[in-house]
T-cell receptor, first 109, second 121 residues
Framework: GEDVEQSLFLSVREGDSSVINCTYTDSSSTYLYWYKQEPGAGLQLLTYIFSNMDMKQDQRLTVLLNKKDKHLSLRIADTQTGDSAIYFCAVNRDDKIIFGKGTRLHILP | GAVVSQHPSWVICKSGTSVKIECRSLDFQATTMFWYRQFPKQSLMLMATSNEGSKATYEQGVEKDKFLINHASLTLSTLTVTSAHPEDSSFYIC?????????????????FGEGSRLTVL
């Protein structure tokens, strides 16, 4: 299977919470990232978590890491139309970054 | 924040011609830049690591003679697709890591260009 897997699409109503899930295979990854790509723009590092952490919260964003299951999630609270984008899960393999295919988040009115 | 610019944003060329894509860090110096290729609904595939003043390091399976990378200065890296063919059509993205960063975020503290879409007819 792929090194980093995530579902391709997610639709959420405005105001609800969005949860984007990701699984990875390399248990030696020490850094795990979420990137955001808006239409016509490059990827931007949204947030990251170190592998010895279970959770990280930054305003509306919550990252959860289950290292045992190699599962990473990104929760966006109170989803807004401006959150519409593609979200890439990524992990490091030594000095390289391995990306998932990206989850396209669609916001429903 | 740090800005990375790619040029051109899109290019159409005939089969057999060569195409050069530029990646510039506009407000910071980058000793290392990375080139990726992205197919529709696929993840970003790292093609090579571009090091200022030295040869690029290519990933397994990437043809060095096909994808020429030059990192002539701390703010510019170029990717040249030589003798392009339709199967080279893709979205090419570069990223850069600011020189002298603390490393707090690990190797993922990257700034990405907007990408360049290449279509080979």
């Amino acid at each position: 299977g792929e090194d980093v897997e995530q579902s391709l699409f997610l639709s959420v109503r405005e105001g609800d919470s969005s949860v984007i899930n990701c699984t990875y295979t390399d248990s030696s990854s020490t850094y795990l990232y979420w990137y955001k790509q808006e239409p016509g723009a490059g990827l931007q590092l949204l947030t990251y978590i170190f592998s010895n952490m279970d959770m990280k919260q930054d305003q509306r964003l919550t990252v959860l890491l289950n290292k045992k299951d190699k599962h990473l999630s990104l929760r966006i609270a109170d989803t807004q139309t401006g959150d519409s984008a593609i979200y890439f899960c990524a992990v490091n393999r030594d000095d390289k970054i391995i990306f998932g295919k990206g989850t396209r988040l669609h916001i429903l009115p | 924040g740090a800005v990375v610019s790619q040029h051109p944003s899109w290019v159409i060329c005939k089969s057999g011609t060569s195409v050069k894509i530029e990646c510039r860090s506009l407000d910071f110096q980058a000793t290392t830049m990375f080139w990726y290729r992205q197919f529709p609904k696929q993840s970003l595939m790292l093609m090579a690591t571009s090091n200022e003043g030295s040869k690029a390091t290519y990933e397994q399976g990437v043809e060095k003679d096909k994808f020429l990378i030059n990192h002539a200065s701390l703010t510019l890296s170029t990717l040249t697709v030589t003798s392009a063919h339709p199967e080279d059509s893709s979205f090419y993205i570069c990223s850069a890591s600011p020189a002298g960063t603390s490393g707090l975020m690990g190797p993922g503290e990257l700034f990405f260009g907007e990408g360049s879409r290449l279509t080979v007819l």
